[in-house]
Structure formats: structure tokens, C-alpha cells
């Protein structure tokens, strides 16, 4: 792949160079990726599988008017360059606005710390599914359905454009889901645990306690009563802060959403009040070690560190070149794509909650009545409208830990839940378990985290009283 990569430098140079004058803007990416992916499910693999993928993107830009093509056949690269060059400038009506960038030329590989997945077996990378699996299925006999899926993907790109960039980056991404559903009588309970790494291989082989405890969770859950369904102040693990950060607010946060709905960009007005003082909430792919983490976007813009809120008012979205130019706002480093197949989307990375500074237990401190809730079994939002089901809970009862309930869904609006936040934990956890989707692009890698929070007002769904 070197000397593909060193002859295939040369040859986009040369087209760029040939076809620039003809729009605004011209980017054309290549990229090379290798995939691994095991799907394990009751006693049997369903999936198994190695692949090899070669192909690129080509996006032009004139009077606004954006024109894309894939393809995986590098000798019709020149027609793809034409089609888009047609398209963009067939639509295009008004002004192509891209907020400017440092013209980059650079190369840079992100660092493993450990093994590369490239270079173990898939034999060895069956032999820990199956570990996996019987480990899910040895906990108890009611245990009915397991399922353990394995993937790895090592990506590199290059990327030039008609401003002079000529960008090559690569990373390593992994990622294992685990579930194990437990059934007693009429009732079914379900435990998950999901992980993934950037650094090393061995991150995933010493998973065995997280695995054991997704199936011990399902198998408890069923002899638990179900949550009275009512409005509580709650508390949440760093897990939970994690995901609602990046589901319930950092989505509403991607300028796109903002720049295309006047009705929520009017809402997400810079320097309006959100949340509490001592609220500080930031996204950014600078932070080194993260599933979200990298040095350039997809559009060659460098990673940022970028703050979306500040002592509880809103100071910053997420951008790409498009968006920050119409917005008059700097970019972010936050246009991404999933492979070649897709054009950049403003996209979140590392969402994370700043720790606070109030001690853990006492965030429980004068609670009446009131739930905890810890990791998370799934969730949807819808706009600003966000439902969360949490992987475990118990009741809170005059400030201490009472007994375990189930089936403990959070729902609410993200502005109120933010504006009800009434203690920020001294604890913070990263959580490498997301895969983000957006716009047909599913499973993007990211990372979220947070501190413990409490929460006042939150209505929790269950069995009704």
C-alpha cells in the first residue's frame, strides 16, 4: 500500500490541478480499510469474516452547490471528478462560504499501545468470542438467548484538495458488543455491556467480569419489581452522564441540525442559560486515547477541543468548514464520514461532562424518595425530547441506597434536565462504547463521559402507581 499511497499522491495532484478551476472547491479522498467482523449468537457463529476495501470520494463545491461521488475503481476517478464537477455546478445558486482552514500537508498514523488487531489471528479472534460466549452462558440455566460480536477495522486516507492540502492519516478501531437475555415464566430481562479501544488489541481479552456482569444483570433483573412510574429527583452513574451528553445535547450541538432548522437555532443562542454555574460541557477529538480521538478531520480542518458550555451558558457548536463559514463562527474539526461511501457530516467525537466537586455520596444527601440509575440498556431521542433505559437501579430512600428495581426508563426535555441539575459528582468515567449514527451513517466510533449527576424532576417510567 506504500507505493499505492506514493503513486496515488502524484496522480490527485495532477487532477486537482486540472480540474480546480472549474469550481469553488475540490476534494478527493482514497482510502484503504481492512475489516474483521464476528457475530456469535446462542452456540453459533453467524458471521465470520476478513475483508480488503479500496476506493474514494470525490466532493465539489460551485455557488454553493455540492456535487459527491464514490467509487472503488480507481482508473474512472477522472469521470467520477467530472460527475461531481456536473452535479455542483447544476445546482449550484448562490455562494460557496467555507470558513478558511490551515493548508495542511502532513502525515500521521495514529499510535497503537498494544498489539494491532491486524496482526492476531481471526482463529485467536473466534477463540475469544467463544470464551466470551460460554462465559455469558455459564451463569445460569436461565439464561436463554447470548450474543457476542467482534469487529475491527484499520482505515487510511488520503486526502487532497484544491487549496493545497495533501493529507494522509490512518487508526485502528475495535469494538465488542456482549448481551445475554434471561427469561423466568412471562418476564425477560436483558444485560449489555459494550466496549472499544483505539490503542491495543489486549484492550478486549481481559473483558471476563464486564461479560459475567451483563449476564448476572439480566438473571437478577427478573426477580426484581418493577420502578412506580413517577416524577423523582435522580441520580445518575457517569455512564448514563456519558450517554445523555452526547445523545440528548451534543446532537442539538452539531450545526448542521442548528443551520437547518431556524426554530432550534434560535433555541441554541450563543450565551443563552442552559444549565447551573458549575455546569461545563465540551466535545473535542484533541484529547489522545479516545475512540473519537484523531488530529484532522475529514475535511483536513485540525482537532479542536471545543466548549459547548460554560458555566452553564451555551459559548459553542460543533462545525464544518460550510457550517462555521455561514454561521460566521470558526471551525471545529467536526466534519466526518463513517468510510468512502459517505460525504462529511458534522459529526460529534469525545462528548464529555467536566467533573464536578461534590463528593459521590452526598449527591444522595437529602433525598426523600428518588431513583438511582446505572448504565444504560438503550435510548432514543427525538429533537430536544430524550427516553434512556437504564441498565440497573435502586430506589433512593432518606438519602441511602435502598432495594434494586427494574425496568427504569428517564424521559424528558434536554433544555429542562439540564436547567434541573442540582449537584455534579467529583467522579468522571469515559465510556469507548459508542457507535454514533447520523444520516444513513451508522456506528461511527466516539467516546462520551461524565461525573455522577443529580437531577431533580425527571420523570421515570415503569409500572404505573
Known sequence: MNTTFADVKTILQDLITRYRHRVDYLAIRIEESEETNILLRGDRIETLSEGLSLGGQVRACYRGGWGFASF??????????????????LIGTEETILAPIPIIQD????????SDPRQIPLSEKKTLCDRYGEILRSVDDKITTISVSY????????????????????????EMRFAATARHGET??????????????????????????????????????????????????PI?????????FGHLSEADMAYENPDLLEVMTLGREFGPQNLQIFDGASP????????????????????????????????????????????TGNARCLNYHYPPLVRMTNTWIEQGNTPVEDLFSEIKLGVYARNWLGGMTNGEMFTFSAGEACMIRNGKLAEPVRDVTLSGN??????????????????????????????????????????RNVVVGGEAS
Request: hydrophobic share 30%; net charge negative.
Open 72 to 89: 472503488n475503481d480507481l482508473s474512472k476517478l477522472e469521470d467520477r471528478i467530472q460527475e461531481s464537477i456536473i452535479a455542483a455546478r
Open 107 to 114: 502525515s500521521y498514523i495514529l499510535p497503537l499501545t498494544g
Open 151 to 174: 469487529n475491527d477495522s484499520t482505515q487510511r486516507m488520503l486526502l487532497a484538495t484544491s487549496e493545497g492540502t495533501l493529507l494522509e492519516q490512518g487508526w485502528v478501531d475495535m
Open 188 to 237: 425477560v430481562q436483558t444485560g449489555r455491556e459494550t466496549t472499544g479501544s483505539r490503542t491495543a488489541y489486549e484492550d478486549l481479552t481481559q473483558l471476563d467480569n464486564q461479560v459475567r456482569s451483563a449476564a448476572k444483570r439480566a438473571v437478577n433483573s427478573l426477580n426484581l419489581p418493577p420502578v412506580r412510574g413517577n416524577i423523582y429527583t435522580v441520580v445518575i452513574d
Open 240 to 248: 448514563l452522564s456519558g450517554l445523555f451528553v452526547h445523545e440528548a
Open 288 to 331: 489522545s486515547g479516545h475512540r473519537g480521538s484523531y488530529f484532522y478531520d475529514d475535511e483536513g480542518a485540525p482537532a479542536t477541543k471545543t466548549q459547548l458550555i460554560k458555566d452553564g451558558r451555551l459559548v459553542g457548536r460543533l462545525h464544518s468548514r460550510e457550517t462555521a463559514g455561514k454561521l460566521g463562527e470558526n471551525p
Open 414 to 455: 434536554v433544555f429542562t434536565t439540564l436547567a434541573d441539575i442540582e449537584g455534579i459528582g467529583d467522579d468522571f468515567y469515559w465510556d469507548e462504547s459508542g457507535g454514533c449514527g447520523k444520516g444513513g451513517q451508522n456506528g461511527l466510533p466516539v467516546g462520551c463521559g461524565g461525573p455522577s449527576l443529580r437531577i
